[in-house]
């Protein structure tokens, strides 16, 4: 009686484990298994064409975006653009007019203040922008509900790659102090900051505080940019600040600064 119960014990422990004729085994080994392994190769291919293609998609944008730029400064400066049959005859000439316009007052700035839908992935930001994650910070717009909070939430999850942190003293002045020295140090490296929850244009007048404190961290980023670009100009990195949220607005007004908001889907 209790070989019986023990042997129903292990037998009822489970399903019964399956076992495949020799000819279903063959096939298997031969046939699935291969095939298997193709479909995964040529799923991980697709996948790759994919970021790739999103990332000449926008590289081509930024190039219509900066021709377009760079044809309104010729034209704004009185200069004639050639017909298509001379540029190859005054592409020498063309070079040296180009290499004076824009070492001039007049400039070209890549975009770097962006927009996105709610619920766009962090990984589909980094693809297009050409990011990796540990360059990446994001931050809680609705958790915000003073200066201080935006600032402490902006030096405590900054990357490891930047060594500036949250002062021991958590006051506005110092807090502001910690952060122009963080933004220094930023400018010379590599960050995407995304912001999520960032209040849209019907939500603005019944919620400012979110976009008045985006607009002081665009404002202080800017003014970094400018720094550094005026004394070591060689030293800048690149920056990406994207706002998460429904129908925000083209601009964003920062005190008498407006700074334009590249929408990105």
């Not at 730029?69 to 007019?97: C, F």
């Not at 404002?219 to 690149?238: C, I």
């Amino acid at each position: 009686m209790d070989g019986n119960i023990s042997s129903a014990k292990q037998s009822g422990s489970g399903l019964p484990p399956m076992s495949f004729s020799p000819e279903i085994q063959g096939f298997i080994v031969t046939k699935f298994d291969p095939l298997l392994s193709i479909v995964k190769e040529l799923n991980d291919h697709l996948q790759s064409s994919d970021k790739e293609r999103l990332r000449l998609e926008y590289r081509v944008s930024r190039i219509e975006r900066t021709l377009e730029s760079l044809i309104k400064i010729v034209t704004d400066l009185g200069y004639k653009l050639p017909e298509e049959d001379e540029i190859e005859k005054n592409i020498p000439e063309l070079k040296n007019e180009l290499s004076l316009l824009l070492s001039g007052e007049e400039s070209i700035t890549a975009p770097w203040l962006f927009s996105v839908q709610s619920g766009t992935p962090i990984s589909s930001l980094q693809i297009l922008l050409e990011f990796s994650q540990p360059n990446t910070e994001v931050l809680l717009a609705d958790t915000w509900r003073r200066e201080e909070d935006m600032w402490i939430g902006f030096l405590d999850d900054l990357p490891d790659e930047f060594s500036t942190r949250r002062p021991e003293s958590l006051s506005l002045v110092d807090l502001r102090r910690a952060a122009r020295k963080a933004l220094l140090e930023v400018i010379r490296g590599e960050l995407l900051l995304v912001i999520r929850n960032v209040p849209g244009k019907q939500e603005v007048p019944h919620n400012p505080l979110p976009v008045t404190l985006v607009a002081i961290l665009a404002a202080a980023f800017s003014e970094a940019w400018e720094r550094v670009e005026s004394s070591d100009p060689n030293s800048l990195g690149r920056l990406a600040l994207v706002l998460e949220g429904d129908n925000i607005g083209s601009r964003l007004r920062a005190g008498k600064k407006k700074f334009a908001i590249e929408a990105l889907n």
